[in-house]
């Protein structure tokens, strides 16, 4: 199993923040967190606040990261953002596959399979979103979704593309609803994806990290990076106050190995 590996606790600020925010976020968490280096932070800021986080952040104990990025490697793709261009501004984590834009913008799993192996040719991080809705989840085929969404990037690319890469387990219903997966179903998909990355035991996929994301925050972070099978969290709204952020990171710090 993989547990001496770190845990990672990754910030998705969505589309919120401002220059002057982010100018005092980076700088408070910073400093809220510079004597934590036994567990990974990430913070994936809005495209146009990426310079200012690789300039405060950089030489710190954060990475920082995107919410987006683009398949293709450059051309006549109005308003996309190529691999390259997040590798100028210093970018470490990609997050790939978010329910929030592949509703909203129809990405197909086709689509995200590419945009996934585009982030792991240009030595970045994906952190690939993968959950269920609420009515797979009631109609009791979340492991059937989930699969299929992981089973389009090992169709298009194999299962080792999943070395040095976190798949984040986040049921649709969770994310923005105060409603967070209790602990069993956390554990519960979180295992199974492990095993189906994992099919071939004896040569299992090297650090592959498996979070959970959805109404994450500081009370029932202890209980959720607590299961043995969830290696950190991706952190929505509760990021966006650098104090519950800090708990949350202080929590992960716990349990690391
Ligand atoms: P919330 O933590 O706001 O529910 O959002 C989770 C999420 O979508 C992280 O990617």
Known sequence: MNKSIKKVVIANLKMNGSLSFYDDYLKGLKNGLHDIDNI????????????????????????????????????????????????????????VGHSERATAYCESNENIADKFNAIKKYNM????????????????IMEKVVASQIEAIIKCYGVE?????????EPIWAIGTDMAASPEQTNHMCSYIRKLINQDELNEV???????????????????????SVDGGLIGR????????????????????
């Open 40 to 95: 990974d932070v990430g913070l994936c800021v809005p495209y146009p606040y990426l310079a200012q986080a690789q300039s405060i952040l950089n030489g710190s104990n954060i990475s920082w990261g995107s919410q987006n990025i683009a398949k293709f490697e450059n051309g006549p793709y109005t308003g996309e953002v190529s691999a390259t261009m997040l590798n100028d501004f210093g970018v470490q984590y990609v997050i």
């Open 125 to 140: 991080t994906p952190v690939l979103c993968v959950g269920e809705n609420l009515i797979e989840r009631e109609a009791g």
């Open 161 to 169: 593309i999943f070395s040095d890469s976190i798949i984040a387990y």
């Open 206 to 228: 090297k650090n592959l990290k498996i979070v959970y994301g959805g109404s994450l925050n500081s009370e029932n972070a202890v209980q959720l990076f607590g299961l043995k």
């Open 238 to 257: 509760a990021a966006i106050n650098i104090e519950e952020f800090i708990k949350i990171c202080q929590s992960a710090q716990t349990f690391e190995t």
